[in-house]
């Protein structure tokens, strides 16, 4: 008989296997799991050099994957001024911690923020207004600020960035309208999507490879810490070299490489290649990438690998950018439009150039992983890469829709799942948003909002994930409540019912749902002989207790590799 390193007893071992079974005991050898089953038959692997570990009976999860994060934006941005709802809410509020910033540093440092919300700020929500530079300018008269808003597209600057950056009254607008103005035509600080935003982040301080990698060691624990032990970490390449420090630009990738050849990773990872030049995606700049970038070899795929690349079709509903199908709700006239080739181009224009590069993609042997949240974004997504699938049936690529389950329509997911195209899901990012949704898109639509009881129905292979970037973490626990209940934070209206999912669903999501999204299910995502020793421990049964309070569930222990990262005091 084997003896095992490790040993959990007395379990809720939640196994995730074809069946959702449930057993006691696992048996661990080198980091893999060595079976799997009741106490008296796990036992038999205990020797004297054995670590036993007693459950008590807590609950033990496979490792949890986060299907979509950006971990080293987030880290970075937890250097920066924490602007949340929790922290801000009032106009004073955050000049107070502006100025107190400014305090310690020299004239002219950049003070960046996050996560800003003007409907979370008294008096922003009292007079139907942004948050704008004149709220900044009193207290930050020598220093340049920037802080993003929640939704990550757009940013807020006070008029001392606007000078060391060279805008003026008389800086041209773009095409979208990206630069806002009042009535009078005088710049209010907002700045939305890339191309404008690169006006400012041109101006700040890039971080070094090993600045990087020092902020992902930091996140790696973070994450741990929270229960998981793998992630996607997607939006990383050229195209963000000049994205606010470069956190995500293409030194990342490397900082990555570097933290493997190190010895440092405590999850595992899988990285989404992000092309682009000046907001704009194409065909061509792609090409070019991929021809000329000096990827790194990735000699232990099980810890890290680069098979993503990162697309976006479209932009957000909230700032009237998803590419909707129908008028939205409050703004008559306008639909949005897809993000291909830059705004100039027609309709038919940006979905030739859609379809082309996700050719190329294809071709390459790589997933894509699209960005597309109005229906007609996705419409666009699912025609452009079946179309790539019969031109070259080949091996499956597993390509997904990110954000595919907020505004798609029924018909086109139902196209999705019958070719192989899955869904990156992030539910937690409903909670907050119904309302606006609604005010958006209609009641229909938004009261369905990233309602995945269809998919689920239709066999859709659906990954769960964060998208967290900053400020607060939407973690996996509130994210199963948040798919489990459809309560809204805001109102504490639960919004179509029938639209939600079991906890054993959304689990799997989070387990071998990222697994098959990474090509890794026959490693990791499950609690089977053959796999990988990473799990998560709970210090309760989601399964049985109420819904509404999963997300008060801690975390126990977090273990990768046979290794424990992360134990609770």
């Known amino acids: ?170 800086t041209p607008d773009l095409p979208e309208k990206e630069i806002e103005r009042d009535a009078n035509g005088e710049l209010n600080g907002i700045f939305q999507e890339v191309r404008a935003l690169q006006l400012i982040f041109s101006k700040i301080p890039r971080l070094t490879v090993d600045e990087i990698k020092n902020n992902l060691v930091e996140g790696q624990k973070l994450l741990n810490s929270w229960g998981y032990t793998s992630y996607t970490d997607c939006l990383l390449g050229p195209a963000n070299n000049n994205r606010e420090s470069g956190a995500s630009g293409e030194r990342a990738i490397f900082a990555y490489r570097k933290l493997q050849e190190e010895g440092l990773m405590t999850a595992r990872v899988s990285l989404g290649f992000y092309s682009g030049q000046d907001g704009k995606q194409s065909y061509d700049i792609l090409k070019n990438d991929l021809d000329n970038f000096p990827f790194p070899d990735f000699p232990d795929r099980n810890w890290l690998d680069l098979h993503l690349i990162k697309l976006f079709c479209d932009g957000l509903y909230m700032t009237h950018t998803a590419w909707m199908k129908e008028d939205y709700a409050d703004a008559p006239g306008q639909r949005g439009k897809s993000c291909f080739l830059g705004p100039d181009a027609s309709d038919e224009e940006q979905e030739q150039e859609l379809r082309k590069i996700i050719q190329l993609v294809h071709d390459r042997g790589y997933q894509v992983g699209i960005h597309a949240i109005g229906n007609r974004a996705v419409q666009a997504a699912v025609d452009a890469i079946i179309a790539a699938q019969q031109a070259n049936p080949g091996k499956p690529r597993r390509h997904y829709l990110i954000h595919g389950d907020v505004l798609g329509d029924l018909q086109d997911l139902r196209r999705a799942v019958k070719h192989g195209i899955g869904i990156s899901a992030q539910s937690a990012l409903a909670d907050y948003n119904y309302e606006i949704a609604i005010e958006r898109c209609g009641r229909q639509k938004g009261e369905a909002l990233m309602g995945l009881r269809h998919l689920v129905d239709m066999g859709c292979h659906i990954a769960n994930g964060s998208d967290a970037v900053g400020g607060e973490y939407g973690d996996w626990l509130h994210t199963i409540q948040a798919a489990v209940t459809r309560r809204s934070r805001v109102t504490g209206k639960v919004y179509r019912p029938d639209l939600a999912i079991t906890v054993e669903e959304a689990v799997r999501q989070f387990t071998m749902g990222g697994a098959y999204q990474e090509y890794m299910e026959d490693v990791r995502g499950s609690i089977e002989p053959g796999k990988v020793a990473d799990f998560t421990v709970l210090d309760r049964d989601i399964f049985t207790i109420d819904p509404e309070t999963i997300d008060q569930t801690k975390i126990v222990m977090t273990m990768v590799d046979g290794k424990i990262v992360y134990q609770r005091d």
Not at 32 to 51: A, H, L, P
Not at 151 to 159: A, I, K, W
């Open 1 to 170: 008989m084997v003896i095992a390193d490790t040993v959990f007893l007395n379990g809720k071992v939640a196994t995730v296997d074809r069946n959702f079974s449930f057993k006691r005991a696992i048996a661990i050898k080198n980091g893999w799991i060595i079976d799997v089953g009741e106490n008296w038959e796990i036992k038999d692997y205990v020797g004297s050099s054995t670590s036993v570990i007693d459950l008590a009976g807590k609950v033990i999860l496979p490792g949890i994957h986060d299907a979509h994060v950006h971990l080293s934006d987030y880290i970075d941005n937890l250097h920066c001024l924490d602007c949340s709802r929790t922290r801000i809410k009032t106009l004073d509020d955050l000049r107070a911690i502006l100025a107190e910033r400014a305090k310690t540093l020299p004239p002219g440092a950049w003070i960046r923020g996050t996560c800003l919300e003007s409907d979370c700020i008294a008096e922003c929500r009292e007079e139907g207004r942004s948050v704008t530079c004149h709220d900044l300018d009193p207290v930050t008269p020598n220093h340049p600020v920037v802080i993003t808003f929640r939704d990550g597209h757009t940013f807020l600057v006070n008029s001392k960035a606007m000078e060391i950056c060279g805008i003026t009254r008389e």
